[in-house]
């Protein structure tokens, strides 16, 4: 039963308007603005959150989509200890020539990236009826709406309003793009189990897992805004200074 919670919870992330000829959501959807931790000058990531975020996406969705460029290492940015992280890369294998030349599977290391669920994309197209699940490294950046698009569409399905037909097989999602999608309902009440006991609510999982893909594909922007901060801060003092000495040495100059 879990494993195909599992199965329905990562095909249904397809249906996020990942695939290939899929229309972005400025095409049509009801966008539902939220408000995150992370949003404006000084914004930061809730750890806790995007630790919760990273549990949905290691129970839903890694069974088909692969975060390639983020090593496991990267999680400890999000407040997992070292010890920690070493425990969740021991969780997967990876391949390692020995000395001898052959191959052979070893307990993965900090510094490898994150298990992909398939060997290649062929074997990945052949698991999905041919459609390639695509790494959802970098998805927050690459769809317009970044989070606030990933959560209205993992909250949008609801009974199609009257008049709306949704041709046979697919269903009604409010936010994506000409309200028909065919994926079936991602995620549902209590599909996970936080580690910290949060409740479990569509809602809350959908928040979570897009927090953790913001940061996903943008893991260095609390570096980023405290160095723009510091930058506008310095160009605010030396506006500051130039004013004053322009001050004095027009009066040096005019008198006045």
């Keep these: 039963m879990k494993m195909r919670a599992l199965k329905i919870g990562a095909a249904a992330l397809l249906g996020l308007g990942l695939g290939t000829g899929i229309a972005v959501a400025?095409?049509?959807?009801?966008?539902?603005?939220?408000?995150?931790?992370?949003?404006?000058?000084?914004?930061?990531?809730?750890?806790?959150?995007?630790?919760?975020?990273?549990?949905?996406?290691?129970?839903?969705c890694a069974s088909c989509h692969s975060m390639k460029y983020l090593a496991y290492r990267n999680l400890q940015d999000i407040g997992f200890s070292e010890a920690e992280v070493k425990a969740l890369a021991a969780q997967y294998e990876v391949a390692q020539i020995d000395d001898a030349g052959d191959e052979e599977m070893v307990p993965a290391k900090p510094s490898d990236h994150f298990h992909s669920p398939f060997p290649n994309d062929n074997a990945a197209k052949a698991a999905n009826g041919g459609a390639l699940p695509p790494d959802l490294s970098l998805l927050a950046k690459a769809r317009e709406?970044?989070?606030?698009?990933?959560?209205?569409?993992?909250?949008?399905?609801?009974?199609?309003?009257?008049?709306?037909?949704?041709?046979?097989?697919?269903?009604?999602n409010a936010a994506f793009p000409g309200n028909v999608i065919g994926m079936p309902k991602p995620i549902s009440d209590d599909q996970v189990t936080y580690a910290d006991e949060t409740p479990a609510t569509v809602h809350q999982m959908a928040h979570d897992v897009s927090t953790f893909l913001m940061w996903a594909a943008e893991p260095k922007m609390e570096e980023r805004k405290r160095a723009g901060v510091k930058v506008m801060?310095?160009?605010?003092?030396?506006?500051?200074f130039s004013f004053l000495t322009y001050r004095k040495v027009r009066k040096a100059v005019h008198g006045h």
């Design 26 to 60: 400025s095409e049509g959807g009801h966008i539902e603005a939220q408000e995150w931790s992370f949003a404006g000058a000084f914004g930061t990531f809730d750890r806790a959150s995007l630790q919760r975020g990273y549990q949905v996406y290691k129970e839903v």
């Design 233 to 240: 801060g310095f160009l605010a003092i030396l506006t500051i």
């Design 145 to 172: 709406g970044g989070p606030d698009y990933i959560y209205s569409v993992l909250v949008g399905y609801h009974e199609a309003p009257a008049g709306f037909t949704v041709p046979e097989g697919k269903y009604y």
